[in-house]
């Protein structure tokens, strides 16, 4: 008899103990979905792929819902106490509560850690404190940051295009040299694959000013740069890239670039390889072709990082026509360039290739951001900081199209909606 009462108190002592974790941990959930489901989002956000999903699902669980399981959990608690006498309910209903305690420990624990982590992302993103200080800027080592003291304390980072592309110029150089690239052959037949399976980060929340979207979205912005041999002598091989852009979709290096930006070929060059540089001015292989659709023009890449993680952008659900938008793109080489505009229409097109093969029905967006070449395959933010579409080509319209081309009109930016991107993610 004695032995079943040190048995039943340790059990109660145990269940009472997981049963005080779960409640504060359901406390502390509330707290966490509040924050992670208004302003900071974003943060939320970028961390969603790092979180288990069983975490994700509980933050995501709406505040109220945790009340109301809270007075659940005591209205059950008051119950054993004053009504139920039979130490076998007694002992089932404990057993129960430790349970289900042990199973609320992962999200419990992780959830200690989102309110804050999650408010000094969300800080760290704005990137518009007062009192944001010179060492706190971290810039590539051959640019030069300007701070200017202006009526919104933003830091301006002053880009040196020569230097970017001679740091371009130098690094594939040195990855040529040591052969650490994929030949473009490869390449170009793994633009064949439809579909890939990948983890993407849940689309921010907040509605972000054109400043605030330029710092947190310039991060994700990558240069997709094709490799041809520019000169070559007895001795010597001299290589030239032509700039694209693209933009990070997951923390592992997959990356979303245009399709033709891969498999573009040209009379007077041959192609290498494919390399691509981030926003702090390192340079990286690109390993493989996830993905890829002609027709919608989108090539999904994974770079070899190397252990190093990139700053992804959530894909937006969908970008009604009106919305304003902003690309980040390197038109010219002029890197890290922010143009404004609209969704002007969506619409379909038929085209016909070089080759004359005939491409119907593609689902394309244009915009209103002005672009040029460099541009295709970056990425138009919506007022989230979220995908909305990739660019990928321009139309000029002019007056008089024969004999000659007269009298230029307008040019449409004509780009793939982030809709047709989530059909190459299963």
Known sequence: MENHKKQSGAVNTVSLILLAVDIIGMLVLAVGSIIAQSKCSDAFSDMGTRLPRITILFLLIPPWAYIVFFGIIIAALILKEVFIRKKSITLAINICAGVFGLLYLPAFAT????????????????????????????????????????TEGHSCLCIDDDQRFKKLSAETTRLLSIKRYTPIADLRRQLKRKQVRLRLPLPGRRKLTPAQLYTKCKKSVLVIASVYTAKKTKTHRYWQCHVGSGVAITHDGVVVTAHHVIDAITKNRKTITIVAMTYDGKVYPVREVLAGSKKDDLAILKINMGGKRLSPAGIANAAPVGTPIAVIAHPQNRFYTLTNGIISRYYRVNSTEANGEEIKGAEVVAITADCSKGSSGGPVFDEQGNVAAIISNIISIYHKTSPKRTQFHMAVVQCTPAKRLLKLVK
């Open 111 to 150: 959830a200690m850690y989102m309110p804050l982590n999650a408010m000094l992302q969300s800080v760290s993103a704005a990137g518009c404190s007062d009192r944001l200080t010179p060492q706190a800027v971290h810039l590539p080592a051959y640019e030069e940051a300007v701070h200017a003291a202006g």
